[in-house]
């Protein structure tokens, strides 16, 4: 079969040569061979021209329509055509649908056109149409290979357009592949967790199912219900899990007994308009809920280990101004506004990058071996400071460091500012719903969810500065404070071994011990600057500290990897394998059972969850009890199959934790496991 395809292939590729005019010329790629087609060989200014991106995968291999269902990516076309010439999206075919238990997708086997319109201006005036597209698309069978290719022909511009004869057939067959567009609409209501439609004036078909086009409208494959009474057709089915907000207006496409697709739209009931009552009434409870579980999240982070060391640089500052109500709530205030301002500013970052099509997800910032030991430097030379070593001014520290011990509001404020650095990778409880509905939603909406956050990680210090009985239970100044400064240097060390490790397991033993060394000169630095501090005199000092500094972040840059780094605990974990989409497609196919968990070295909460619950000998054991097989995402470096697959379940950061049982959707567990959890849910799985 594939030999008579590459025959065929071959002729209408050589046939194509004899007419350049209106096809590009195959190109092959994996699994996939690809041309685009025009329907005339020559045109004129003021016509529209239709152009076919012609597919044709190998056996039993397809690509994905506009919803591709539960997996799988659209095709897509970026054209580049010459100025004032217009191109229309794309007209689909009617989609097939394709079951991989629990998933349903939508798509397209075997040879596949996708048509486009285009529209020349009346005044264009060039003697040719160069015509450019750029196009990805994914391929799939039982594994999925994205692919992209460029296409590119010209079309002579004449007083009088000629068809091209090549592209006749093609084009016909085409447009009889799409569904027919009727010039009716219906409407659809969401009640009862579940999509519902009453369509009148559809033509004397059995319709036996239909697509949505709006993605996390439905759950794609839960049972389809159509049903012809008094007139109208009633279609049903189940609510997608990630479900958000209805859609005032989306394509729905019919499909009968003998293939033929129907194409109409669907508006929404009036009270699921966007500015409908109930919409507006649910949006605004669901709002309220999220707030109120950001601002928990937010609180629950100062109790964080990555973050409480930041934390008490601030308490010992409150507690310096015991006795001055104003400036400790000028303090508790400028810290605040650092916190909530840092987060928002994190989150117009993340947003934009999400807009610009990056894949990044919360906590982003730690995927980066430079900042995390950026960040490992910053808390070990503020642990110096507190132990005495050295006392930052205005010098290169005071951007960091000597920032956050100033007293006042810049003091405040940037310590504000660092403790969010630290603190939001430690995704916390009622954090992660919290991201992730706010990533779903228009920007000023998400910044909303940021701010509660941020209130929520403030609001200790907002509460000690504002009711003076707990600012009463603050012990008053003295030489205690001086042990304390040196003591809370501990903290900081512990810190910046943990930042240490992040960066060893996502660059290797030798950039760690790189590191270290930058460690040492970095705190040689101190050591210098102190020196000169007390004295003030000489420039020796001041010029070594500063070369110290330049070959501790050499020594850094130097130490990072620009690949992926192997670790040796991959190597010897016997119950879990390294997750891949690929892999776990394969299992999921085989019927077997697949627990999937999604975690990154920085994730404090990940890294209890597996030694309290997922390492232990009692998960071991209910994992080989049932056959489960243990898959482990590692987002301790930028992923973006990893981001992709927290995406689907609507998250924006680890831990994520979700189980595959055959016959059953996929059940998604606590961000927080108990010893219990695994065995209970696979016992109650088993039994189903």
């Given at each position: 079969m594939r030999l008579f395809v590459t025959l065929l292939c071959s002729i209408l590729f050589c046939f194509s040569a004899a007419a350049p005019a209106s096809s590009s010329?195959?190109?092959q790629a994996k699994h996939l061979q690809a041309e685009l087609v025009s329907e005339y060989q020559t045109v004129q200014a003021g016509q529209s021209v239709l152009l076919a991106l012609h597919f044709i995968p190998d056996e039993h291999w397809h690509t994905y329509?506009?919803?591709?269902?539960?997996?799988?990516?659209?095709?897509?076309?970026?054209?580049?055509?010459?100025?004032?010439?217009?191109?229309?999206?794309?007209?689909w075919p009617t989609p097939q649908f394709f079951s991989i238990p629990p998933m349903m997708n939508y798509g397209f086997a075997g040879p596949t056109v996708l048509?486009?319109?285009?529209?020349?201006?009346?005044?264009?005036?060039?003697?040719?149409?160069?015509?450019?597209?750029?196009?990805?698309?994914?391929?799939?069978e039982e594994i999925c290979i994205p692919a992209d290719a460029s296409f590119r022909f010209s079309i002579p511009v004449?007083?009088?357009?000629?068809?091209?004869?090549?592209?006749?057939?093609?084009?016909?067959?085409?447009?009889?592949?799409?569904?027919?567009?009727?010039?009716?609409?219906?409407?659809?209501?969401?009640?009862?967790?579940?999509?519902?439609?009453a369509i009148?004036?559809?033509?004397?078909?059995?319709?036996?199912?239909?697509?949505?086009?709006?993605?996390?409208?439905?759950?794609?494959?839960?049972?389809?219900?159509?049903?012809?009474?008094?007139?109208e057709w009633l279609l049903r089915q189940k609510l997608n899990t990630y479900f958000t907000q209805a859609p005032e207006q989306f394509e729905l496409v019919l499909v009968s007994a003998n293939g033929q697709g129907y194409s109409l739209s669907l508006k929404a009931a009036e009270h699921l308009a966007v500015a409908g009552q109930r919409e507006t009434s649910n949006s605004g409870q669901a709002l309220w809920l999220v707030l109120l579980m950001a601002a928990?999240?937010?609180?629950?982070?100062?109790?964080?280990?990555?973050?409480?060391?930041?934390l008490s640089l601030k308490a010992l500052s409150?507690?310096?101004n015991s006795g001055q109500r104003k400036q400790q709530q000028s303090d508790a205030l400028w810290y605040s506004l650092g916190v909530v301002l840092s987060f928002v500013a994190l989150a117009g970052v993340l947003l934009a990058l999400r807009a610009a099509g990056a894949a990044v997800g919360w906590g982003f910032q730690l995927q980066s071996p430079l900042l995390v030991a950026a960040l490992a430097y910053l808390l070990f030379a503020l642990g110096l400071s507190l132990s005495g070593l050295v006392q930052f001014g205005l010098g290169l520290m005071n951007a960091g460091g000597g920032l956050t011990q100033q007293k006042g509001a810049k003091g405040s404020f940037f310590t504000g500012v660092l403790a969010v650095v630290v603190a939001s990778p430690c995704t916390a409880p009622f954090m992660g719903g919290a991201l992730g509905y706010a990533v779903t939603q228009p920007p000023a909406l998400a910044l909303l969810v940021f701010v509660a956050l941020g209130l929520g990680m403030a609001l200790p210090f907002l509460l000690l500065a504002y009711i003076p009985a707990l600012a009463r239970l603050l012990p008053k100044p003295g030489a205690w404070m001086d042990t304390l400064k040196q003591l809370l240097a501990y903290p900081l060390y512990l810190s910046a071994i943990w930042l240490a490790w992040v960066f060893g397991r996502q660059t290797g033993i030798d950039a760690l011990a790189l590191l270290l060394c930058g460690a040492v000169a970095l705190a040689a630095a101190c050591w210098l600057w102190g020196r000169w501090q007390l004295s003030q005199q000489g420039k020796a000092e001041p010029v070594f500290a500063v070369g110290f500094v330049v070959l501790a972040l050499w020594l850094v840059w130097f130490a990072t990897p620009t690949g992926p780094v192997a670790t040796s605990a991959q190597a010897t974990a016997a119950h879990w394998q390294s997750w891949s989409a690929e892999k776990q497609a394969q299992?999921?196919?085989?019927?077997?059972?697949?627990?999937v968990n999604m975690t990154a070295d920085w994730c404090i909460t990940c890294l209890v969850n597996e030694r309290v619950a997922l390492n232990t000998d009692s998960s071991k054991a209910a994992l080989a009890l049932y056959d489960v097989t243990y898959l482990k995402g590692d987002w301790t470096r930028r992923d973006a199959a990893i981001t992709a697959y927290l995406h689907q379940y609507q998250r924006d950061g680890v831990p994520l934790y979700v189980l595959y049982w055959p016959g059953q959707p996929a059940e998604v567990l606590p961000q927080i496991l108990t010893p219990d959890t695994l065995r209970q849910t696979l016992e109650r799985l088993s039994k189903q």
């Open positions: 010329g195959w190109q329509w506009i919803n591709p269902g539960d997996s799988g990516l659209p095709t897509s076309i970026d054209w580049q055509l010459p100025q004032g010439v217009t191109a229309g999206p794309i007209q048509l486009t319109e285009l529209k020349i201006p009346a005044d264009f005036a060039l003697s040719e149409l160069d015509i450019a597209a750029k196009v990805d698309w994914l391929v799939c004449t007083e009088s357009a000629e068809r091209s004869a090549y592209a006749a057939e093609l084009i016909s067959k085409a447009q009889a592949s799409q569904p027919q567009p009727l010039a009716l609409s219906g409407y659809y209501d969401i009640a009862g967790g579940s999509f519902s439609a009148a004036g559809l033509p004397d078909e059995d319709f036996q199912g239909f697509f949505v086009a709006a993605t996390e409208l439905v759950d794609h494959a839960a049972p389809q219900q159509l049903l012809f009474s008094e007139g928990a999240g937010g609180f629950i982070l100062n109790l964080m280990p990555c973050v409480f060391p930041v409150i507690a310096g299992l999921q196919a085989a019927g077997k059972p697949v627990l």
